[in-house]
């Protein structure tokens, strides 16, 4: 099984200022068609995970254009360009490349400083 | 709008079965992959299985395998996750999606398994 890797684990933020969300996988996940099956998730307290970015770097509709996704082969990051107080929450990415399993990363927990 | 809506969840003991189901509307659901993710209580996701628009495929972890069973009407829009056998450490929040990516979101329902 793949194995997602995110870091950190934890990451205070300051309002208006960049973030970013690394996490690496333990193999390719190039697919033989030329895509990477990887995904970013978005979990605010109470609240059901919603899907921000599919595909390494398309923004799902409603996605705020400050998150964006990017990398390749096994590392990938997902940015904030300006943080606000709506982001806050748990981030995991999930790879779909190399299924089943689906597997996802722990999570990253976002908080303001 | 896409919705979806779990129902089913409870507490049952060690052992003891439950069925899970998700209501879809919104989409054309006979068109679409559907999936069950979980989420146990202070942890993360874990993706549980999902099957295809003719159920022709089905794929489990393999926590689950042999256990419980994902199936679907697709007249009703419905989706369904039936769990034998239930373990403890299949505690958590039950979610259903839409599509292999996760792509909306139920709002979950609440299995506990406690004697």
């Known amino acids: 099984d793949v194995v997602m890797t995110q870091s950190p684990l934890s990451l205070p933020v300051t309002l208006g200022q960049p973030a970013s969300i690394s996490c690496r996988s333990s193999?390719?996940?190039?697919?033989?068609?030329?895509?990477?099956?990887l995904n970013w998730f978005h979990q605010r307290p109470g609240q059901s995970p919603r899907r921000l970015i599919y595909?390494?770097?398309k923004r799902d509709s409603g996605v705020p254009d400050r998150f964006s996704g990017s990398g390749s082969g096994t590392d990938f990051t997902l940015t904030i360009s300006r943080v606000e107080a709506e982001d806050v929450g748990v981030y995991y990415c999930?790879?779909?490349?190399?299924?089943?399993?689906?597997?996802f990363g722990q999570g990253t927990k976002v908080e303001i400083k | 709008e896409v919705q979806l809506a779990e129902s089913g969840g409870g507490l049952v003991q060690p052992g003891g079965s439950l069925r899970l189901s998700c209501a879809a509307s919104?989409?054309?659901?006979?068109?679409?992959?559907m999936s069950w993710v979980r989420q146990a209580p202070g942890k993360g996701l874990e993706w549980v299985a999902n099957?295809?628009?003719?159920?022709?495929?089905?794929y489990y972890v393999d926590s689950v395998k042999g256990r419980f069973t994902i199936s679907r009407d697709n007249a009703q829009n419905l989706l369904f996750l039936q769990m034998n056998s239930l373990r403890a450490e299949d505690t958590a929040v039950y979610y259903c999606?839409?599509?292999?990516?996760?792509?909306?979101w139920g709002q979950g329902t609440l299995v506990t398994v406690s004697s």
């Open positions: 999930m790879q779909g490349t190399h299924s089943p399993p689906w597997t």
């Open positions: 919104g989409f054309t659901f006979s068109s679409s992959w």
């Open positions: 099957i295809r628009e003719d159920e022709r495929e089905k």
């Open positions: 999606a839409r599509y292999i990516s996760l792509g909306d």
């Open positions: 595909k390494l770097s």
């Open positions: 193999q390719s996940l190039v697919h033989r068609d030329g895509n990477t099956y």
